[in-house]
């Protein structure tokens, strides 16, 4: 970044990638003013999302969508009044979610009905906690239709026991 309207024009484009990839209003939430951007060293483009020097989303080159953190996911679940993103899971298998395991459409108990196939998705238990973050197999709607099959690869599990 050059300067401070380099800074301010990069937290505006996340900010917009946001609430696309997620619900307006998400970015503001998820990307405050002090974060801290990192570019790619070879194309110069916006690579890692920093806060207080824990990342909290990477912009993937292919789509130029989000991938987020489990720090980020957070940050989403807990300003979610207008966020598209979540899977609610039942709480018998947030164990195995947690630590990383896919999510069966047969263990999902809500489903945001924006969600397509190939969005990034936050998995949440039935009382709210962010389990994991990963990519969608089905659309919400149909994670909440079918009964077989895989609806959400996990990316990432919070990887604690969850009680």
């Known amino acids: 970044m050059n300067g401070v309207t380099d800074l301010e024009d990069a937290i505006r484009r996340i900010r917009s990638v946001a609430d696309y ?6 970015g503001t939430k998820l990307f405050p003013e002090n974060v801290e951007i ?11 999302v920093y ?7 990477t912009l993937r080159p292919k789509d130029g969508l989000f991938s987020l953190s489990i720090i980020g996911a957070k940050r989403v679940a807990g300003n979610a009044s207008s966020a598209r993103c979540f ?5 018998d298998v947030s164990k195995f979610i ?14 945001d009905g924006d969600i397509r196939p190939k969005d990034e998705v936050i998995v ?14 089905l659309s919400g709607e149909e994670m909440k239709a079918f ?4 609806a959400v690869k996990v ?5 604690k026991k969850v009680k």
């Open 124 to 137: 949440v238990g039935e009382i709210g906690e962010v389990l994991a973050v990963g990519r969608s197999v």
């Open 98 to 111: 947690a630590r990383g395991g896919d999510v069966f459409a047969k263990h999902v108990v809500d489903a």
């Open 87 to 91: 899977v609610t899971v039942q709480d």
């Open 155 to 159: 990316r990432r599990g919070v990887w």
């Open 51 to 57: 806060l207080n020097g824990e990342r909290l989303s």
């Open 147 to 150: 009964t077989r099959g895989v």
């Open 38 to 48: 990192a570019c790619s060293k070879r194309t110069g483009r916006i690579r890692y």
């Open 21 to 26: 990839q997620f619900g307006k209003g998400v």
